[in-house]
Every structure is written in C-alpha cells, then in structure tokens.
C-alpha cells in the first residue's frame, strides 16, 4: 500500500491505499445536473497514464504529427496540455488539505469541476497539490497533481491481485439499471425525492469503449452479437453503422469460468482485470478481444434477474424473506451509449483511419440524435 505526500513539505496527504485500474468512465460527464456517486472505492487509487486537465487546446491547434505522436488518429474537442499521470483518490481519503478559495471557479454550474486548475492546498505548506471534483454530472473525486505529490510504500510489499477464480467467486457485478438522483435531492420520508431508474452511467460508458472496439473488430462486416442484454446494449447501433448483406463476424462472451470459445468466434467480449487492467485472453486464440469492466461483463454473464411473482410454499425455519420490495423498473428509454468516451476510444485506435470508420465518427451527431449515443 502507499500513501501520497506533498512534494513541497512532505507532509501526508492521504490514508494508505492500493492501486486499481483507472475506471473507463472516469471522465465522463453524465447527463445534466445528474449527482453521480464517488469515482473511487475507499482504500484505491489509480492513475491515468495520459495527461488530462488544463491547459487545452482546441484540436484545429494541433499539428498532426503531434497528434499521432501522442496516439490521436481522429479528431477530438479538445487536447489536454496537462502532465500525463494524474492520480485519483476518493474525496475521503484525503486529509491534510484544504480548499484554495479563489481558485474555486471555472466552469463549474452547481459544485467545482477542476477546470481552472488545482483548487486543493497542502494544510502544511499551501503548495497546490489537487483538484476536488464534486460538480453535477461529473463522477465526484480527488485529482492528485502528479508534480505536487509523491508516492511512498507504507508496508514494504506489494498486495497479490485477485486471481481471476477469486473474481468469479465474489460474483461483484455492476447493475445495469439503478436509480439516479437530480442535484439537490434528499431523502425525505424513506424515499428519495426528484429521482429516476436510469441506465448506469457505468454501464453506458463501458460499452462507447467495447462498442469502438466491435466496429474495430468487424472489418466492416455486420457483427451478431449474443441475444439478452448484449443484444440490448450493442445490436442497435452495430445495425445502424455497419452495412447489412455480407456474412457476420460473430461474438461471443469468453472469459474465465466459460467454456472455451470455439473456432468460429470472431471476437470475444472478455473482462479486464480490476486492479491490474490486463484484459483476459484465451490461449492460441486469433480472436478480437472486446474489453469490458469486470463487473459489466460478469453480468452479462450471470445475470441478476428477479422472480416475476413472490415463491410460493413454507421456508425452513430461521429463513426470512422479503417479498414486498418490486423488481427495478425498466428505464424509459432504450440503451444508449456515451459519445464521448466511444468518440475518445475510437480516435485513439488506428483503424479509425479507414475511411468507412472515419465517416462514423465525422457521423457521430447524426447518431446522436438517432438516439444511439
């Protein structure tokens, strides 16, 4: 485990914590005036290896060889001229620190957004160390500076990831529906007011990801994709981007704990590990891996369903059990995807400089308003 601490002063500024996975949609921005939950689990960081924050420059400032250089092939809003290896840390996790009062604005609309830069000091020494992110629609978190910190071991070894058998044992998967609350909300008489059962915002982003790498993985072929909730999340927008009439790439869910995939598998929608990020493959596979989040692919896998109607008959004694709550219900609108994180994916796979998946992003508005994104 490690703990971060000023590099100005050293005095520390967070509780011991255990690297994880930088989450896929860590930079998303969800809906609007959304309150979406802390990024991080207690007890985690992670890094982001590419630079994010500000400075920005437009992407029309952007020569393409340095665009190529830092492993853009398609265009972008904008490109961050911040240093690359930010960390994330959840808010609590932090102590020794205080808010910059005059760095508290930018363009934030209902808490701070980062966007003018560190808004968190060192209580110690007032050097600028992170930026406290808490605005609606953005996941809530501490950025770390990566110039304004440093990171000491606290225990002398390194935690053992999770094998994979462990995974699959805990059986964490991420829901795909849950209920979303508007900013400001409170709950009031044990139930929460101005809030709505949604698509996770998780769940939306995970698959922009997989979804770039699918259009990737077709070869400009229609795709079929495994009926249930994967044909939910991925068969709509495969149907409208790609062409109709040659024979079908073909995926299926592999991983560990399934059966192996056969031969005719074209690509493979497979999970990524959740502390260490290596996507799992097969061995002497030629397969396409897909990645997605553990949790998203455990569901797919072994989804979560609840009775149509309460079980009938006599529990054994010291048994209880609640028939009165309902299932979750449905969201209102079918599954979309998230633009940004699919436009952000894309544009840094170079198979996107093919002309056919150039069009689909140069399209992506169009797709937007069809209602995929």
């Not at 600028?128 to 440093?150: E, F, G, K, T, Y």
């Given at each position: 485990?490690?703990?971060?601490?000023?590099?100005?002063?050293?005095?520390?500024?967070?509780?011991?914590?255990?690297?994880?996975?930088?989450?896929?949609?860590a930079?998303?921005?969800?809906?609007?005036?959304?309150?979406?939950?802390?990024?991080?689990?207690?007890?985690?960081?992670?890094?982001?290896?590419?630079p994010?924050?500000?400075?920005?420059?437009?992407?029309?400032?952007?020569?393409?060889?340095?665009?190529?250089?830092?492993?853009?092939?398609?265009?972008?809003?904008?490109?961050?001229?911040?240093?690359?290896?930010a960390?994330?840390?959840?808010?609590?996790?932090?102590?020794?620190?205080?808010?910059?009062?005059?760095?508290?604005?930018?363009?934030?609309?209902?808490?701070?957004?980062?966007?003018?830069?560190?808004?968190?000091?060192?209580?110690?020494?007032?050097?600028?160390?992170?930026?406290?992110?808490?605005?609606?629609?953005?996941?809530?978190?501490m950025?770390?500076?990566?110039?304004?910190?440093?990171?000491?071991?606290?225990?002398g070894?390194?935690a053992?990831?999770?094998?994979?058998?462990?995974?699959?044992?805990?059986?964490?998967?991420?829901?795909?529906?849950?209920?979303?609350?508007?900013?400001?909300?409170?709950?009031?008489?044990?139930?929460?007011?101005?809030?709505?059962?949604?698509?996770?915002?998780?769940?939306?982003?995970?698959?922009s990801?997989?979804?770039?790498?699918?259009?990737?993985?077709?070869?400009?072929?229609?795709?079929?994709?495994?009926?249930?909730?994967?044909?939910?999340?991925?068969?709509?927008?495969l149907?409208?981007?790609?062409?109709?009439?040659?024979?079908?790439?073909?995926?299926?869910?592999?991983?560990?704990?399934?059966?192996?995939?056969?031969a005719e598998?074209?690509?493979?929608?497979?999970?990524?590990h959740?502390?260490?990020?290596?996507v799992?493959?097969?061995?002497?596979?030629?397969?396409?891996?897909?990645?997605?989040?553990?949790?998203?692919?455990?569901w797919?896998?072994?989804?979560?369903?609840?009775?149509?109607v309460?079980?009938?008959g006599?529990?054994?004694?010291?048994?209880?059990?609640?028939?009165?709550?309902?299932?979750?219900?449905?969201?209102?609108?079918?599954?979309?995807?998230?633009?940004?994180?699919?436009?952000?994916?894309?544009?840094?796979?170079?198979?996107?400089?093919?002309?056919?998946?150039?069009?689909?992003?140069?399209?992506?508005?169009?797709?937007?308003?069809?209602?995929?994104?």
């Amino acid at each position: 485990m490690f703990v971060f601490v000023c590099a100005g002063c050293g005095a520390e500024l967070t509780a011991p914590l255990s690297q994880i996975a930088l989450p896929v949609h860590a930079h998303q921005k969800y809906g609007n005036g959304t309150q979406l939950p802390v990024l991080m689990e207690s007890g985690t960081f992670a890094v982001d290896p590419e630079p994010w924050g500000p400075p920005w420059r437009w992407w029309e400032e952007i020569h393409p060889d340095e665009a190529a250089a830092r492993g853009l092939h398609a265009p972008v809003r904008a490109v961050s001229d911040g240093a690359p290896g930010a960390t994330v840390i959840a808010p609590g996790d932090a102590h020794g620190t205080v808010l910059i009062p005059e760095n508290r604005g930018g363009g934030h609309c209902c808490g701070l957004d980062g966007s003018a830069g560190p808004n968190v000091a060192c209580a110690a020494c007032a050097l600028p160390v992170a930026s406290r992110i808490d605005d609606c629609s953005l996941w809530q978190a501490m950025w770390l500076a990566p110039s304004a910190v440093r990171r000491l071991r606290v225990d002398g070894t390194d935690a053992v990831p999770r094998s994979w058998a462990e995974l699959m044992a805990e059986g964490e998967g991420t829901p795909p529906v849950e209920p979303l609350a508007a900013w400001g909300s409170r709950l009031r008489a044990g139930h929460w007011s101005n809030h709505w059962w949604s698509w996770s915002p998780q769940w939306e982003a995970a698959a922009s990801r997989a979804l770039a790498h699918l259009l990737v993985a077709s070869e400009g072929r229609p795709v079929a994709v495994p009926d249930g909730l994967a044909a939910e999340v991925f068969r709509r927008p495969l149907e409208a981007m790609l062409p109709a009439g040659p024979p079908a790439r073909r995926a299926v869910l592999a991983g560990p704990g399934r059966p192996a995939p056969d031969a005719e598998a074209d690509i493979l929608l497979v999970p990524v590990h959740p502390q260490t990020g290596e996507v799992w493959a097969p061995a002497d596979s030629t397969a396409y891996p897909v990645p997605l989040p553990f949790g998203v692919w455990l569901w797919l896998v072994l989804p979560e369903t609840d009775p149509p109607v309460p079980t009938s008959g006599v529990l054994p004694d010291g048994v209880l059990r609640d028939d009165f709550d309902p299932p979750a219900p449905r969201p209102h609108h079918l599954f979309r995807a998230d633009p940004e994180t699919f436009r952000r994916t894309l544009a840094r796979l170079p198979d996107v400089r093919s002309p056919w998946l150039r069009a689909i992003l140069d399209n992506l508005t169009q797709h937007i308003q069809a209602g995929y994104f």
